[in-house]
């Protein structure tokens, strides 16, 4: 439901028009003894606290005006959403994708998880390059480049980028070799069903069938 209240104002030849919009609550919904989801009329939802209620009024099937609308988003909501984004990347870097869910799991309105983003953004805090290169560096070790590319697809990365960074940072022959000399000590001395497991084992990581069965022989003395 949308409250609108029209007042005509003239003055000798002039005349202006204003129109003022407020908001109603339609509905309340308390997530514990501090939270409680509210939802306005316009569709947007959000997590507020038990002193926010109080002080805007939020309670069902109250009005609340365009100016303390504004001010609750901005200056309650809008903040906690940019504190969120923060804590979220000092504990680990996240690519874009990555805060858009949590955010959004957090209940935080998509108006104001656009303008947390651009925020990120504009001071640099969110740099994927940087990311993308830490995480194959780091996590990539004994994972075919196919299941790299899934888990990193996953996380919001440019393909294209994906692409170029495993061709600077990943060796899935490399890679093969280190995860067979983890699994196998002495490979002569497996018989030809345990060599079709570690084969089957090694297929499902993302590994070429062709790659597998040439690093077996090249490690077999």
Known sequence: MLYIRWSTVKTMDFKSVFLEVNMYII??????TKKT???FDNGVECICYRSEIRKFDLEQDTEISEDAYEEFMNDYVGKRAKKKAMDLLIRSDK?????RDKLKRECFPEFLIEETIAFLHSYHYINEDNHLETYIRYHGKGKSRTLLKQELKKKGFDSEKIGYYL????????EL???IRKKVSNLSEMTPKEKEKLFMQLYRKGFSPSDIRREIEFLQP
């Open 95 to 99: 690519t874009e994708k990555e805060l």
């Open 167 to 174: 061709d600077e940072y990943h060796d899935d022959q490399e």
């Open 37 to 39: 989801k509210i939802t």
């Open 177 to 179: 070799r280190y995860l």
């Open 27 to 32: 509905h309340t919904e308390s997530i514990n």
